[in-house]
C-alpha cells in the first residue's frame, strides 16, 4: 500500500485544485530495460493500480461534470502515461514474453478505459488502433483470458472490439468504424 501511495496522493491533489509544477523536478520515465521479468511483471501490477485510481478519479469528475478538473487529470494522466507506461510497452524483452506480453496488452486496455472515461475518446480510438496493429496477428494472444474486474472484458479480443466500438461511438458518434 505504501508504494501506491504516491500515486494516490497526487490524483487527491488534482482532485483538490491542482497542483503547481513551477518548483517540480523534471519528469523521469521509467527504466524497465534493466528489470529483469519478474520485477517487470510487479512493475506492471504497480502500474495497473496507479491507472485504477486514475480511472476511478476520471468517474468520479465525470459524475460532478468538473470539466477543467477532468482535463487536468487527463492531463496527468497522458504525463503518467508517457513516464510508466510507454517504457514497458516499448521494452523489446517484455514484448517477447508471453506472459509479460499479455499483460501489457491489459495495460494499454486500461489505458484506453482511463481516457475514455476522461473524454478523451480520440486518444483512445488511436490507442485500440495501435494496439490492433501490434496483436491483430497473434491468435493466441487475443484468445487469452484477461482479468474481466480490470478491463470489463473477458479476453483480449473482445476487450479491442468493446474499445473500438466505445471510442469510435464516443469520438465520431456513430456505432460503427469510420471506414464502413
Known sequence: M???????????????GGCST?????????????MDIARKQAFILQTKTALKVFQSSARDLHRR???QSREELAS???RFVAQQVDPIVNDFEANN?????????ELQMMCCLVYLDLGES????????EMEKRYGNDPQLLSAAIDRKDTGFADL?????GLKKRAVRDTFGVSGSPSS
Open 97 to 105: 514474453n508471453p506472459q509479460t506480453r499479455l499483460q501489457i496488452a
Open 2 to 16: 505504501v508504494r501506491f501511495l504516491p500515486a494516490l496522493l497526487a490524483a487527491g491533489l488534482i482532485l483538490l
Open 122 to 129: 480520440w486518444t483512445a480510438w488511436k490507442l485500440v488502433n
Open 65 to 67: 461534470a468538473r470539466a
Open 22 to 34: 513551477a518548483f517540480a523536478p523534471p519528469p523521469r520515465k521509467a527504466v524497465v530495460s534493466d
Open 157 to 161: 479480443r473482445s476487450g479491442l472490439l
Open 76 to 78: 496527468e494522466v497522458g
